[in-house]
């Protein structure tokens, strides 16, 4: 009984991850349940066939500063719901609580990367497999995301936003006060953006 107990759960965790756009191959990976299955599972859930093809990589999760705030977000939300074990292997329950609630925190956002779980996964294995790293702002304390394979310089994307606003001098003067959870201050200056 036992077996058909974690067939079912399996079965369900399939399910949610379809229906955050997950794709087939990924889905299969994270339940072991029947390729076949999966497929019919996404017809039923989206009213077409999975797509195929190549998975988005880190360089087109990262264009330009605004997209590292946003990779950022999620990735700190990720890290904090995942702890360290997340750096040796992916955490799929902690995976779609983060992707649940950095959606609800960029609703207002129209076109976002990551934009469903197939991106959030691509961002999970990547800091996994060590070519994506979280650093902290010596400046503002707050996490952000480098990774090997972009373009963007190596350093917080926040103090970018913050230079290019023009808007340091205020912000110095807020740098002491404590900024447990990036969420915050980042949703913020996404509003803006
Ligand atoms: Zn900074």
């Not at 989206?46 to 880190?58: D, K, Q, T």
């Not at 205020?170 to 404590?178: K, Q, V, W, Y």
Request: contains cysteine.
């Amino acid at each position: 009984m036992a077996t058909m107990t974690a067939l079912h759960e399996r079965g369900l965790l399939a399910h949610e991850l379809i229906r955050r756009k997950m794709r087939t191959p990924i889905v299969h990976l994270h339940t072991q349940m029947p390729l076949a299955d999966i497929r019919e599972w996404h017809r039923e859930i989206h009213g077409r066939s999975p797509s195929s093809g190549l998975l988005p990589s880190m360089s087109t999760l990262l264009p330009n500063r605004g997209s590292q705030i946003h990779v950022s977000l999620f990735a700190a939300i990720y890290r904090r719901l995942g702890g360290d074990r997340v750096l040796q292997e992916i955490d799929i329950h902690a995976l779609v609580e983060a992707w649940d609630l950095f959606d609800g925190l960029t609703a207002h956002v129209d076109r976002k990367r990551p934009a469903d779980l197939t991106d959030a996964w691509v961002i999970a294995r990547d800091l996994r497999a060590k070519s994506a790293q979280m650093h902290r702002c010596g400046k503002c304390f707050s996490p952000y995301l480098v990774a090997d394979d972009c373009k963007l310089p190596p350093s917080c994307p926040m103090c970018h936003a913050i230079r290019q606003s023009g808007s340091g001098k205020s912000f110095r003067a807020d740098a002491s006060i404590e900024t447990p959870l990036i969420g915050l201050s980042g949703a913020t200056m996404l509003r803006g953006t």
